[in-house]
């Protein structure tokens, strides 16, 4: 294994001036997963002017069903592979995407960098505070555009809102609040289902532990458990939270991100049915002058909350701001604020994000992207600091100069995740 990375490695050389040169007229993309997330990032890459080259995918299914969708959408059949190796080894791919598991995130991303290539990367970036950051470690050693899918970084409704934040027209801000509220169905059960026809288990299983087929813990549901997801509040409450820390980010500093105080508490509430993450919960994360909050209801919608919100839009998927003069609201639809003299604030509509045109347009310029390595870790990171107060049940005290636990050996060991062997995180 040594050699193979010393391999790759000492490729990334070759490979930054494919990146720079040849990429500045159509950037040719590998695709690593593309069932659900990835399918639609490699579809409006296409639209952006990219050029889907190869898809790896394990399942033959999907490979055939996206597949043939790549095909429509650019004129012409993107290769199949099954091992993301060789679409790495490939010197005229000038990045990919990588819509995997959660848990397949770290390596393929770390390995993909050392391969020269630039890498748009889905949400979450990793399982791990520690992954997160030998991620970003690889990214920067060997010169990488790295963007992580957290799109509504790209969105101009939303950096409007950010920026009206920033700039204090809502006064001090002493609270913000992200939510997701949804209703996630039962699980099938299904026992004795065998893995679909073609796809190695075992290797989809990669890093995580080993265990037999469970088809409830395969496409899209696996989720809902811990050895391959972030849980909820890393699955669609990032995007929620992101909007928030941007505006932290905007007010105090990139290097202020991160709270020094979380509690968690939850659990499921409502179906019983196998998952392992809850389906309701709240987290506070704790700022020296301001509170961040994520809700989250998995049982239930709630169009009533804030009603009529943001011309009529329903409010299940929101970030607030609260400041002493008013508050913001932004969702995708856009964004409304309400002063607290009960005059008319400003609304901005929401526009289509250009998530996938950004990291185009930064192959090409070199330039970091919207969602850059270290912005797409640090609200990977809040994810994990949540989740680590809930496994726990406690409170934990985070250092965000050190990114450890002070004095908290239990908190400090879910810093790091075990990788299933051959399938480590390489070293940076």
């Not at 080993?210 to 549901?221: G, L, Q, S, V």
Request: charged share 25%.
């Amino acid at each position: 294994m040594q050699n193979r990375r010393s391999f790759l490695a000492g490729g990334a050389a070759l490979a930054l001036g494919r990146s720079v040169q040849g990429a500045n007229e159509r950037p040719t993309l590998g695709l690593i997963g593309g069932r659900n997330q990835g399918r639609g990032v490699a579809l409006r890459a296409i639209q952006a002017g990219a050029e889907i080259k190869t898809f790896c995918d394990l399942d033959p299914a999907i490979l055939e069903k996206t597949g043939g969708d790549i095909a429509k959408a650019q004129g012409r059949a993107p290769g199949f592979e099954k091992d993301f190796r060789r679409v790495l080894d490939d010197k005229s791919i000038d990045a990919v995407v990588i819509a995997t598991p959660d848990h397949w995130h770290a390596r393929i991303a770390i390995m993909a960098c050392q391969a020269g290539k630039d890498v748009y990367c889905e949400k979450p970036m990793t399982q791990s505070i520690r992954d997160g950051q030998m991620v970003r470690d690889a990214a920067r050693k060997y010169n990488r555009v790295f963007q992580v899918g957290t799109q509504r970084r790209s969105s101009e409704a939303f950096r409007q809102a950010v920026e009206y934040v920033a700039a204090g027209k809502l006064g001090k801000v002493c609270e913000m609040k992200a939510w997701i509220h949804q209703v996630r169905p039962p699980l099938k059960q299904q026992p004795g289902a065998a893995p679909p026809p073609g796809v190695d288990y075992d290797v989809w299983l990669g890093p995580a532990p080993k265990r037999a087929f469970d088809a409830n813990r395969f496409h899209y549901n696996w989720r809902f458990f811990w050895d391959y997801g972030n849980s909820e509040i890393g699955n669609q409450g990032i995007h929620v939270l992101d909007v928030a820390m941007w505006a932290i980010q905007k007010m105090k500093g990139v290097e202020h991100s991160l709270p020094d105080r979380v509690s968690a508490t939850g659990g499921i509430y409502w179906l019983d049915d196998g998952k392992e993450v809850p389906d309701t919960q709240i987290v506070n994360f704790h700022y020296p002058d301001l509170l961040l909050s994520f809700e989250l209801r998995s049982f239930a919608h709630d169009h009533q909350l804030h009603q009529g919100a943001l011309r009529g839009q329903p409010t299940d998927f929101y970030t607030a701001f609260y400041g002493t003069d008013g508050t913001l609201m932004v969702t995708q639809s856009g964004s409304k604020v309400y002063f607290k003299d009960g005059s008319p604030g400003p609304e901005v509509k929401g526009v289509p994000e250009t998530h996938e045109r950004n990291f185009l347009e930064c192959i090409k310029s070199r330039e970091k992207p919207n969602s850059d390595v270290e912005i797409g870790r640090l609200s990977t990171t809040l994810c994990h600091l949540g989740n680590i107060s809930y496994l726990l049940g406690r409170d934990v005290k985070f250092d965000a100069k050190t990114e450890t636990f002070p004095g908290d050996a239990a908190a400090n060991r879910m810093l790091t995740r075990a990788h299933r062997e051959p399938y480590g995180v390489p070293r940076v």
